[in-house]
Structure formats: C-alpha cells, structure tokens
C-alpha cells in the first residue's frame, strides 16, 4: 500500500484545511486509515482513525475540529481541519492498517506510511 498526503500549508489561527490522503494497492478495502501528526521535539499522536464502514476515531482533545472521512471509490481519506489553533503545527501523517479496529489506536499497528504533509499555523 502506497500513501500519499498533501493539502498542508500555512494557514491563520482560526483557519480551515483540508488534508488528503492518496492511497494505492490492494483490498484498500479492508484497511483502517489513520492521521497521526508530529510536532517539533514532541512525539508522535494520534489525530483520527476510520474504518472501512466509515466508524471514526478521534484524539479526545481534537472531537469537534477534526473530521476524518473517506472516499472508498476513490482511494482518498480526509482531514478536515476547522478552527485551527498554533499548537496544531505539526507534520501530518496518513497511514493504513489491516489491524482489528480496537487497535487503530496505536500508531505500532499501522504499517503502512505516507510522506508527511506540514501544517503551520500562525498569524
């Protein structure tokens, strides 16, 4: 499975973006995706995982900013960032896993990677 994320940029405090996630390969179907994004000097967390039925996961402190959703016709998972906050800065990640959906929390489950997309935001 190949992953490919982009739509990261600069964008203002209170601002919107939207990431994409491009995934290729095979029974796409039966992989959870996951966003999981890096700060500088922090670790790795999780954002929002979803399942091929379309069950969403989300980090606690992001409910109500973020929205993951997916396209299985098209092979595309999103981020819809809403109200974007300074400490959102951070490379953003997308990544598949066939892993039970109980799992998808742990970002050890996923082994599958795009590139990183940077979201910076700052006035």
């Known amino acids: 499975v190949q992953l490919q994320a982009s739509g990261g940029g600069l964008v203002q405090p209170g601002g919107s973006l939207r990431l994409s996630c491009a995934a290729a390969?095979?029974?796409?179907?039966?992989?959870?995706f996951g966003w999981f994004r890096q700060a500088p000097g922090k670790q790795r967390e999780r954002v929002a995982c979803i399942n091929s039925a379309n069950s969403a996961q989300y980090a606690d402190s992001l409910k109500g900013r973020f929205t993951i959703s997916r396209d299985n016709a098209k092979n595309m998972v999103y981020l819809q960032m809403d109200n974007l906050k300074p400490e959102d800065t951070a490379n953003y990640y997308c990544?598949?896993?066939?892993?039970?959906?109980?799992?998808?929390?742990?970002?050890?489950?996923?082994?599958?990677w795009g590139q990183g997309t940077k979201v910076t935001v700052s006035s």
């Open positions: 390969g095979p029974n796409l179907d039966y992989h959870a």
């Open positions: 990544a598949a896993t066939k892993s039970a959906w109980s799992t998808v929390r742990d970002s050890r489950v996923y082994g599958y």
